[in-house]
């Protein structure tokens, strides 16, 4: 018997040391000393040996026991620092390397977005879902007045509505951060709209502000500026400014870049104009400043509203507007 568990001891080792699975471990813990397992058979046959002979083949038998549970452990603790199991290593790696990319908007979002903190604003994106309030009264267009009009709305049954502008965002942020306080709203907005090759009902907009001490119109175009030649990769953008209306700004402008496709001469992209129409903005409204808490005889600032979805069509030449929400992943990722 000393002889077969000893003869038991030495295979087990030898086999022990030839394991590279934890699958192939366990099999040999249970052939050795699971229930039915050699060893264990062998123990449960010492029963039937005399006094003498027990004391004996214990001594050996506990011996080998030890032994051959130390080699388990050993063996499952390197094998487990390896990640070593059967299963690991039947994975196939098919999957290409890289399976998403982000959107243009996202991108052209992002940038700007790092613009503008590089330039102290803050970035807040405010909801999508707003009150009336929110989106109209708070920002100087009157109850009943015709600009309410001016944007066909998407109205909830409980008299909330999709915003149709980021500047619904305004008042809230001069709220939360108090003059001074620059700050971007990036975000979708929507409009009820005929659904076309230049029309969508969800599109994606850009709003900017600045509220400090004596700000001037000079400031807007200056950050105007920065913030297009940024995005658009140009050293020396031309900009102008035309009268625009809109209620939370006066005075309000249409901020127009020189076209960098005839170089101001003239063509179609341009209409022959020599300029695009790249933003709205103007100095923020008193009213609005109010509704904000903001102390309109020290502060005064600038807003706008970028349309990103726009700069990103002009920044990677997308021509249809359809094309952003149907593109293919392929052609997503090789915009650069
Ligand atoms: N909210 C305007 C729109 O959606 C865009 C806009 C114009 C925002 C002028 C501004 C601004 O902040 O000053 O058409």
Request: with cysteine; charged share 30%.
């Amino acid at each position: 018997m000393v002889e077969k568990i000893n003869q038991i001891e030495k295979e087990t080792l030898d086999e022990l040391s030839k394991v590279k699975s934890l699958d192939a471990l366990e099999e040999i813990r249970v052939k050795v000393m699971g229930k039915k397992g050699s060893m264990t058979e062998i123990l449960k046959s010492m029963k039937d040996l005399s006094v003498e002979e027990k004391k004996e083949v214990g001594k050996v038998a506990n011996i080998a026991k030890t032994k051959i549970s130390e080699a388990i452990d050993a063996k499952k603790e390197e094998l487990e620092n390896q990640g070593g199991s059967d299963k690991f290593f039947d994975y196939t790696y098919t999957l290409p390397e890289k399976v998403g990319t982000y959107h243009p908007i996202t991108k052209v979002q992002q940038e700007i977005e790092e613009i503008f903190q590089g330039m102290g604003f803050m970035v807040d994106y405010g909801n999508e879902v707003v009150t009336e309030f929110e989106n109209f009264t708070s920002v100087n267009v009157p109850e009943d007045h015709p600009a309410r009009d001016m944007q066909d709305t998407f109205w909830l049954d409980n008299g909330e509505l999709l915003r149709t502008q980021t500047s619904a965002q305004q008042v809230n942020v001069m709220k939360k951060y108090g003059a001074p306080f620059k700050a971007i709203v990036p975000g979708r907005t929507f409009r009820n709209e005929k659904v076309d090759a230049s029309h969508e009902n969800t599109f994606f907009q850009l709003e900017g502000m600045l509220v400090d001490e004596k700000v001037s119109v000079a400031n807007l175009i200056y950050f105007m500026r920065e913030l297009l030649s940024k995005v658009l990769d140009e050293k020396d953008l031309e900009v102008r400014l035309r009268p625009g209306f809109f209620p939370f700004v006066e005075p309000g402008f249409e901020l127009d870049m020189k076209c960098k496709l005839c170089g101001g001469k003239g063509c179609r992209t341009c209409k022959n104009s020599g300029w695009i129409e790249m933003l709205p903005c103007g100095m923020i409204h008193p009213n609005v400043l109010k509704a904000g808490g903001i102390d309109t005889e020290k502060y005064s600032g600038f807003a706008f509203g970028l349309g990103l979805t726009r700069l990103a069509m002009m920044k990677y030449g997308i021509k249809e507007i359809r094309e952003m929400n149907s593109m293919d992943i392929r052609k997503l990722g090789q915009i650069r």
